[in-house]
């Protein structure tokens, strides 16, 4: 009567997959339980699906009362499959609803009413009936696929509505497959019902769960067998706004030249060694290798840190030994205490970076300590870190213009076109706090970019000779400017809006002149293209003139401070310095100029351009065309 050809080979796959899923070990996160969930009961489903078939065709040979309850079990359990299925998608879509809001009263009602249905149907016969003549289907049969289409239907309009919260491609395509695969199998289920085929794709689509999102391995670092980084930063944002936890972290100091002392495979075992320690001595504590040589162990609020710290650095005063080798180590230590709480998993994560960066290059037994209110305080560098990111994902990066003045004429000469970004009440963030972040995160390169695509379009709308201005310097952070592919991006970008590479000037620091031969390669390459450079901020760092001669600069440009301290205390170091450039051909601008003495003082001196907050601070563009048109 029924065809059981598909359902016991998926049976057997399914105890596959379950077996390598319960051999490692397990992050204890909502995701996981809501997954075990689903495999248990497929499992069910699959087990009462053949049994009850099995038994409905034998119908004689089993009680009456025996059937119907083994036939509700089984409904019982495909409808809260499907159920499930959708708080997966629900969890990996990280959407986080109050207790008592509107979805989450009405997603479980179909659920809770189809329950009510079969539980009813044992006494009135709705979903099915068991007579003399064996099973039979009910007048409310169909209410099954009722529930189960409105659980899909709610999956794919959450997808939707919600597809920026999974941006890896991967997972997208993931999260939409396995959903997909139970529309088919449902299809085929209503299509061919005594085709036991459901099971099959539903298995199909625990396998697609499985290698997207699932597997063990996933949140496991190999060398040490405890969590990896993906796994700690999984479970603290799980428990935002209700983690009640201490952590102690700590780094193995100097990581990098241990490794190149010892070398990789000896370091690699000792922290394999590290790893078996902890798991052996504190094992009702979770513990993380957070990458670089630094461990984090999540307890309980009450967990006795300065205990475990002690105990710790006991054991590290003694070598670890690794095939023969001893490996002497030593650590710093960081206390995060989320015993109150935390709002955003980012100031746990970002708080346990600065922390053990401190404590890497701390004293001896120096622990470094944040609760609550630390937290609080790295929440600024939080918000400009997300503001920066959100900035640069959206090209919402705008440029403000500080104009470039003739020293003799003070007339307009150029201007000088700097990043901004804002926060979400739309406020500015200063440079000195997202520039860091985006130099420290990499994003510098994909800033400089923006920066300079918005230059090129600011070009090509005005017409800069009739404000009198002939060039707008941009700036190149050290990293971007190594970048081999930097000619090619930017004539790509100039191209696209049809301009003149000789009106954007490239300014550089002396940080990015201590590869001198790479430097050299990168300005002759992209001077032939059209691009003109200048030496940005010249007296913060270690340039001399004859350097300075052997490259090909048009324009130095004086640090402020060097400006500052030459007008407060007068002496012939700067004045020499000027007529040296003048003398090898460079022009020259004074940066920081905040007076009339001062200009007057910088253009006696021979400074051909000059900048400072007496022509104007940094402007937006509109305000900057509407000024000097």
Not at 283 to 310: P, T, W
Not at 544 to 551: D, I, Q
């Amino acid at each position: 009567m029924w065809d059981y050809s598909f359902a016991i080979p998926s049976l057997l796959i399914l105890m596959i997959v379950m077996f390598f899923y319960f051999s490692l070990p397990r992050l204890p996160i909502k995701m996981n339980r809501v997954f075990l969930s689903i495999v248990l009961n497929e499992a069910f489903v699959i087990v009462l699906d053949i049994v009850s078939s099995l038994a409905d065709e034998n119908y004689r040979l089993f009680s009456v009362p025996f059937l119907i309850a083994l036939n509700t079990a089984y409904f019982v359990f495909f409808i809260i499959r499907m159920y499930l299925y959708y708080i997966y998608t629900f969890v990996l879509l990280r959407i986080n609803l109050p207790k008592k809001s509107i979805l989450s009263i009405v997603d479980t009602i179909p659920m809770l009413i189809s329950l009510s249905i079969i539980f009813a149907g044992m006494f009135t016969g709705y979903i099915f009936t068991i007579d003399d003549t064996g099973y039979h289907s009910g007048k409310l049969y169909n209410l099954i696929y009722v529930s189960n289409y409105f659980y899909l239907i709610l999956s794919f309009i959450l997808i939707y509505c919600f597809r920026d919260r999974i941006r890896r491609r991967r997972e997208r395509r993931s999260i939409i497959g396995y959903n997909a695969l139970m529309a088919i199998g449902l299809m085929v289920r209503i299509a061919l019902p005594k085709l036991l085929l459901f099971d099959t794709f539903c298995v199909m689509a625990v396998i697609l769960i499985y290698l997207a999102f699932e597997n063990p391995e996933f949140f496991i670092e190999l060398r040490s067998g405890t969590f990896n980084s993906h796994a700690f930063r999984s479970y603290i944002e799980e428990n935002e706004g209700k983690g009640k936890y201490r952590i102690l972290a700590f780094v193995i100091k100097n990581y990098h030249e241990m490794r190149e002392i010892y070398g990789s495979a000896q370091m690699d075992h000792g922290i394999a060694l590290i790893s078996n320690f902890l798991v052996k001595n504190y094992s009702d504590r979770m513990f993380f290798y957070y990458r670089s040589g630094r461990f984090i162990v999540v307890g309980k609020a009450d967990m006795d840190y300065k205990r475990m710290q002690e105990e710790l650095w006991v054991r590290f005063h003694l070598p670890w030994k690794s095939n023969n080798t001893e490996l002497y180590l030593d650590i710093g230590f960081a206390v995060i205490d989320c015993s109150e709480g935390y709002e955003h998993a980012a100031e746990v994560i970002s708080t346990i970076g600065k922390l053990l960066e401190t404590a890497d290059k701390s004293g001896d037994q120096v622990c470094e300590y944040a609760d609550k209110t630390t937290m609080e305080e790295y929440e600024d560098d939080l918000k400009n870190k997300l503001a920066l990111e959100s900035a640069i994902d959206n090209e919402r990066v705008e440029i403000f213009l500080q104009p470039i003045m003739h020293a003799d004429s003070k007339n307009l000469a150029g201007a000088e076109a700097l990043a901004r970004i804002r926060d979400e009440e739309g406020n500015l963030i200063s440079p000195g706090a997202f520039i860091p972040i985006a130099e420290k995160n990499g994003r510098i390169s994909q800033l400089g970019e923006q920066v300079f695509e918005k230059v090129c379009k600011f070009l090509s709308e005005n017409d800069i000779e009739k404000m009198n201005m002939s060039f707008i310097n941009v700036n190149l952070s050290p990293i971007q400017f190594m970048r081999n592919d930097l000619c090619d991006r930017f004539l790509r970008i100039i191209r696209r809006y049809g301009i003149d590479a000789e009106k954007i000037h490239l300014e550089i620091t002396e940080e990015s002149m201590k590869d001198e031969q790479q430097m050299l390669r990168q300005i002759e390459m992209m001077q032939r293209a059209g691009f003109l450079f200048a030496l940005d901020d010249y007296g913060k760092g270690y340039s001399n003139l004859t350097r300075l001669k052997r490259t090909p600069f048009i324009n130095i440009k004086i640090d402020m401070e060097v400006v500052w301290d030459h007008c407060k205390n007068p002496d012939n170091v700067l004045p020499m310095m000027v007529r040296s450039f003048k003398d090898i051909g460079f022009t020259i601008t004074a940066e920081g100029i905040e007076t009339e003495k001062m200009a007057d003082q910088m253009s006696e001196m021979g400074a051909d351009l000059l900048q400072g907050k007496l022509f104007s601070m940094p402007i937006p563009v509109n305000e900057f065309i509407k000024k000097y048109s």
